[in-house]
């Protein structure tokens, strides 16, 4: 079997590609308008469980380079799944919750980190237990005092829904996602389909690093630029053309 190097795609040499992507740039961050919610009982309990999970991840959660290794994402997930087991969120509930993400950014808790990494998670397990099978994702409603020039990661993970997401998000991109489709008008850093296992991702943007990282089944889309590819499985499209195509464990037959 491959190593992980040894599969690796080169598309455009790395040279080429750099942190400030040419199709999309950084978004300009807008101020945070408050808004007011006090009829939303849907919109509240969104706001308690965000509260709750986030104080549990303070205390238990797992940091840095483990978050991957360890399992930490997929703990994190089902905790979500079990915080909000009752809340079952519409699309228009969600992009209320993302606007008021603002009012959490003086816990003394608070880190940046655990709101970009986090934050991914808890909208991954909120739409696929939601109500509505489509969802769009404003990245510019996330204030600047969430965000501190961080990006979300982990974004549509183990996802099985539609979602579209306006602006650029961090790593991982749709990790674990099992149907659906992401359409994401803006650039994915790096991983973007990691352990990709069906559905779809089109990125109308630039995916810098390792795309499709462990990737066994689904297709990804890419419009801007790739620097490489690092899959075992699945379709891979640059601008409309076939450019990885390959059936997980063929090899081994």
Not at 62 to 67: A, E, L, V, Y
Not at 82 to 107: G, N, P, R, Y
Not at 157 to 165: A, F, V
Request: charge should be positive; charged fraction near 25%.
């Amino acid at each position: 079997m491959m190593t992980r190097t040894q599969r690796l795609t080169r598309i455009v040499p790395a040279t080429a590609m750099t942190r400030d992507f040419g199709g999309y740039k950084r978004e300009t961050v807008q101020p945070v308008r408050k808004v007011d919610l006090k009829e939303n009982k849907t919109v509240k309990k969104l706001k308690e469980a965000w509260v709750a999970f986030l104080k549990h991840e303070m205390n238990n959660g797992i940091n840095g380079s483990d978050w991957c290794g360890s399992g930490g994402a997929g703990r994190a997930y089902n905790l979500t799944l079990e915080i909000t087991k009752d809340v079952h969120c519409t699309a228009k509930d969600l992009k209320l919750f993302l606007v008021v993400l603002s009012e959490f950014a003086d816990m003394p808790e608070y880190s940046h980190w655990y709101f970009s990494r986090r934050l991914g998670i808890f909208l991954s397990a909120l739409i696929n237990n939601g109500k509505d099978d489509n969802y769009v994702i404003l990245i510019r409603n996330i204030g600047k005092e969430v965000l501190n020039g961080s990006s979300v990661d982990d974004l549509g993970w183990q996802n099985t829904k539609n979602i579209t997401i306006e602006g650029n998000v961090g790593i991982c991109l749709g990790g674990y996602m099992k149907a659906g489709l992401i359409v994401i008008n803006g650039n994915a850093i790096d991983s973007c389909g990691w352990n990709m296992r069906g559905g779809k991702i089109i990125v109308n943007g630039d995916a810098e690093e390792i795309l499709g990282w462990d990737m066994t089944g689904g297709e990804i889309e890419v419009n801007g630029r790739i620097k490489d590819i690092s899959a075992w499985g699945g379709k891979i499209y640059h601008k409309g053309k076939l450019v990885f195509d390959k059936t997980y464990g063929a090899d081994e037959k």
